[in-house]
């Protein structure tokens, strides 16, 4: 199958410093029901780094160590899948991404850990790192659903 000229054009633009230098660029192709699973996993991801945010700034340490605690554990693969779109999902999903999200996962349990040990400065790093977490895995495999992460070009000048 031949990549399609976007994709490579993409790849070579891809220059968020934070990218993973093997990463593709590329939309990650799934069956309109697993992507639906996968968006609504996003949406539940989305309102919990919201209440991150404040439980961060009020030192609302319960808040912050269940709901870290939440999206640690929150995985596509444990939603109810039939059999045929768990085989799905494991071929779709490229190394890369599933390495993306197993550190994504990862900092979440790192969160949850300072959260318990009530360390502020410890949980606010692993909070700012959990987000560019997001950006990273969004700028390599949301493109299309993001295009905010293609390069800034300026305008031309003249009217
Ligand atoms: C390992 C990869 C990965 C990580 C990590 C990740 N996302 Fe996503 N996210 C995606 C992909 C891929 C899509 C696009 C799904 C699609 O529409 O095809 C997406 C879509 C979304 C959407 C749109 C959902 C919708 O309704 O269309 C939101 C909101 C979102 N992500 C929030 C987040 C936030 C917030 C984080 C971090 C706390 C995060 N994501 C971490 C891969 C990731």
């Given at each position: 199958?031949r ?21 593709p660029?590329?939309?990650l ?46 995985y ?25 999200d ?19 400065e ?8 959990l ?5 990273v895995?969004?700028?390599g ?19």
């Amino acid at each position: 199958m031949r990549k399609p000229l976007f994709a490579t054009v993409a790849a070579l633009l891809l220059t968020l410093p934070a990218a993973h230098a093997e990463q593709p660029a590329a939309d990650l192709h799934l069956s309109p029901p697993v992507r639906g699973l996968l968006q609504q996993e996003m949406r539940e991801v989305a309102r919990g780094t919201q209440t991150l945010a404040v439980a961060l700034a009020t030192a609302d340490w319960k808040t912050l160590h269940d709901t870290a605690a939440m999206i640690r554990s929150s995985y596509i693969m444990n939603k109810q899948l039939t059999a045929a779109q768990k085989h799905e999902l494991e071929h779709a999903l490229p190394a890369g991404f599933k390495q993306l999200d197993a550190e994504f996962h990862a900092r979440a349990e790192k969160l949850a850990l300072a959260a318990e040990a009530r360390d502020h400065e410890l949980a606010a790093f692993h909070y700012s790192r959990l987000v560019e977490s997001c950006a990273v895995c969004h700028s390599g495999y949301a493109r299309s659903r993001f295009p905010g992460f293609a390069p800034f070009t300026p305008p031309a000048h003249g009217h």
